[in-house]
């Protein structure tokens, strides 16, 4: 049996699925506001999952993940417990910002505190209400806005089979063996020895039905390894392959940029990856690829200032068996090739 379990000062008891309304500060219109969080409790003990999305207010990918996974059969027979927070950063998810109204990252303010800013009040609750109940986190986000990423994982691997296999479990098609970032909420908790994976899928203020889809596998992918649900869907089977290292190309010029790569694409060095010129294409450059890889990462605006970012390529062992891999994850994942059946319809 589970031993008891609260949260907000109400108790869940084994067995039972509870929405709880976690009191915040107001807005300033005075009207009352809280952050939603789900709990759905097995009747067997058993790890305990923190899934967390929008900590950045305007990467909604993740909302549409916990929605997907909130009416999925398989977590009705759930060994342990699982939590699901979708909107964070409730403050940035109503003005569909990134940051809190002072401008203020929450994915910067951890661990925070109950006396300091409101994105140090919001760490801070989660850090101290939810947190100290979990054995594992993957926390939901997305690029920023107007630039995509390939779905993929990051987490700290530093050479630990358990963490390394945790990564894998998810099977996003690309690992990568990132550093922690002081104030994150990965890093926090972290440093208090709950393993933690950032699913980094698709971009800000869109909905990408292949990375809802890869995200909702993949977390009951993780909770099959965890031994908490039985596994209900095969998709087809691709290799998540960790990376060596990244690396991103910055615009030669500033100019109208012409892209010639899509995300998932398999560059060699100097391959040119887009032509960038002024209005009249009098003075162009070429933007060239200075390593072997794959397309983690893409600019989406075709207006770029000399020394942007504009894509982000991943380095492998095996380049050739990284685009084979995504190349099969792509054909799992989209609507239009997908064998498994869905009960949802695509968003398009
Ligand atoms: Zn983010």
């Not at 969080?37 to 790890?47: F, I, L, S, Y």
């Not at 549409?64 to 409730?90: D, F, Q, W």
């Not at 100019?255 to 010639?260: D, E, F, P, T, Y």
């Amino acid at each position: 049996m589970q031993p008891s379990f609260s949260i907000g000062g109400q108790t869940i008891p084994a067995g039972s699925r509870k929405t709880i309304h976690l009191p915040l500060p107001f807005f300033y219109t005075h009207s009352p506001t809280t952050m939603p969080v789900h709990v759905v409790r097995g009747k067997q003990a058993g790890p305990c999952l923190l899934v967390t999305s929008a900590l950045h207010g305007d990467e909604i990918n993740g909302i549409e993940i916990i929605r997907r996974l909130h009416g999925n059969k398989s977590i009705n027979r759930l060994k342990g417990t699982l939590i699901l927070i979708p909107v964070v950063n409730v403050f940035g998810f109503v003005a569909q910002s990134r940051y809190l109204p002072d401008r203020r990252d929450l994915n910067r303010s951890f661990p925070g505190s109950p006396k300091g800013s409101m994105a140090a009040r919001l760490a801070n609750l989660v850090l101290t209400e939810i947190l100290p109940l979990c054995t594992h986190v993957i926390d939901l986000h997305t690029g920023a806005v107007a630039r995509e990423n390939l779905p993929q994982i990051r987490a700290k691997l530093n050479g630990d089979p358990a963490m390394k296999a945790l990564a894998k479990a998810f099977r996003a098609p690309v690992i990568l063996d990132a550093a922690l970032r002081e104030g994150t909420f990965r890093a926090a908790a972290h440093g208090r020895g709950i393993p933690t994976l950032v699913y980094e899928a698709g971009e800000a203020l869109r909905f990408d039905e292949v990375s809802i889809r890869a995200g909702v596998a993949g977390i009951l992918n993780v909770m099959v390894h965890l031994d908490m649900v039985r596994r209900a869907i095969r998709h087809k089977e691709h290799t998540p392959l960790i990376a060596k290292s990244t690396q991103w190309i910055r615009a030669p010029q500033s100019g109208v940029a012409r892209s010639l790569v899509a995300l998932g694409a398999r560059v060699s060095a100097g391959d040119v990856l887009a032509y960038i010129s002024d209005p009249f294409g009098e003075h162009e450059a070429a933007a060239t690829s200075t390593a072997a890889g794959i397309v983690i990462g893409r600019s989406k605006v075709p207006l770029v200032h000399e020394g942007e970012a504009i894509f982000h390529i991943a380095k492998f062992e095996q380049p050739s068996e990284a685009a084979v891999s995504i190349e099969t994850f792509q054909d799992a994942f989209d609507p239009e090739t997908d064998t498994v059946e869905s009960t949802e319809p695509p968003l398009i």
